[in-house]
């Protein structure tokens, strides 16, 4: 399960989710919102969730009793991940107390980084000083051992001995993180960032701070398992290892995707109207949240799952390659990009036969990596794959 949480102190100069600086004062009608569509979804039978995450926007703002409210009406299984999105300056031990009390099992800090001029030049607001100030309050509530923190590299401006200051900076907190995910900064349309090319990020900075960021990472125990995201063994987010597997998910509040798997292999996904008011709105009408709606077919299925699994360390079987591949894949192992690699043990994959993933080098290039991998449609193109719904 998602719950999407739209409200913002402050909106980031590079941010194009869906999420406002000035509607806070709707929060209580929007959890009571939110609290009755999940509601309807449990009397409809929605299964019950092996994981949930609120985000945003910023989960944070919401006060400790509007969240973990959201939380009780939510059906979990046992040993469920619960993950939060938090601001540092929001952190306190009383909020993530009553967060742990009430089921969160990790937190994620959106940290991004920890030099004042980048933080400044990305439009954020809190100061380094907050994160260690924010870890130690997770520690209080049980929760120190299981964060999370997010870092964006690619700010104009940023050197990499800043960069390289704020990935040692994180490292050195106390406890450190569990896990790390590490985004390069886009220049989204309809943003400030995307409305000012002076402070686009720059191609060849961003590939040598990702490599510096993996190399770091991996010497501190760190083990890659997707292209931005590295966690230390036993510590990677269950709720999106779900996402790119295209397993099944239930999104609440404004804005919020989901998708389910059907029995002929074929897929829905459908998402909820985008502004808080609309939804609001929708909800007290009783028409219900969903702004629009797409079956996904057996061939969009299928690129979409080599797109996704081509980004994770177990990567995509060789069997699973449309067919005309071969010798794409010849060029890619070539040129460093891809690697082979035996499937292993694991029941789920092993009978699919050998694998390729991504190397480092292939990572700085998945997109293209993928393109080819998919022939010159950038779409399944058939072959000998047989999926079975997942």
Do not use: K
Request: negative net charge; glycine residues 10%; proline residues 6%.
């Amino acid at each position: 399960m998602y719950v999407h949480v739209p409200f913002c102190a402050h909106r980031c100069d590079y941010c194009a989710f869906a999420t406002w600086d000035d509607r806070s004062g709707l929060a209580d009608e929007y959890v009571a919102a939110v609290r009755r569509e999940i509601g309807a979804a449990v009397d409809a039978g929605l299964p019950v969730a092996t994981s949930v995450f609120f985000g945003g926007g910023t989960p944070s703002r919401l006060t400790a009793e509007q969240l973990t409210s959201i939380l009780e009406v939510v059906p979990r299984a046992a040993g469920a991940e619960v993950s939060v999105e938090c601001n540092p300056e929001d952190a306190d031990a009383d909020r993530l107390a009553a967060w742990r009390r009430a089921g969160v099992t990790r937190v994620s800090f959106g940290v991004q980084s920890m030099v004042p001029a980048v933080l400044a030049s990305l439009g954020r607001r809190h100061s380094p000083e907050a994160v260690p100030r924010a870890v130690e309050a997770a520690a209080e509530a049980g929760l120190g051992g299981s964060y999370s923190v997010d870092l964006i590299f690619g700010a104009v401006g940023e050197s990499i001995e800043d960069w390289d200051r704020s990935v040692q900076s994180v490292l050195a907190l106390d406890p450190p993180p569990a896990h790390v995910s590490g985004y390069g900064l886009i220049a989204e349309p309809g943003t400030p960032l995307g409305a000012d090319p002076a402070r686009h990020p720059e191609a060849d900075n961003q590939a040598d701070e990702y490599e510096l960021l993996d190399e770091t990472l991996e010497a501190a125990g760190y083990s890659w398992y997707e292209i931005s995201n590295w966690a230390r063994p036993g510590a990677a987010c269950r709720h999106n290892q779900l996402y790119w597997a295209q397993g099944e998910y239930r999104g609440f509040g404004c804005a919020a995707h989901s998708h389910e798997v059907r029995p002929d292999a074929t897929a829905r996904r459908w998402w909820n109207v985008r502004t808080p008011e609309r939804y609001l709105r929708c909800m007290a009408e009783g028409t219900g949240p969903v702004g629009g709606a797409e079956i996904l077919g057996a061939d969009q299925r299928a690129t979409e799952a080599l797109e996704l699994a081509v980004r994770t360390v177990s990567g995509v079987a060789l069997a699973d390659l449309p067919d005309g591949a071969e010798r794409e894949l010849e060029m890619l192992v070539g040129l460093g990009l891809v690697e082979l690699f035996a499937a292993g043990a694991d029941p789920l994959t092993a009978h699919r036969g050998p694998r390729l993933r991504l190397t480092r080098r292939g990572r700085l290039l998945a997109s293209e990596v993928t393109l080819h991998l998919l022939g010159p449609s950038g779409q399944w193109s058939g072959g000998s794959r047989s999926r079975s719904p997942t």
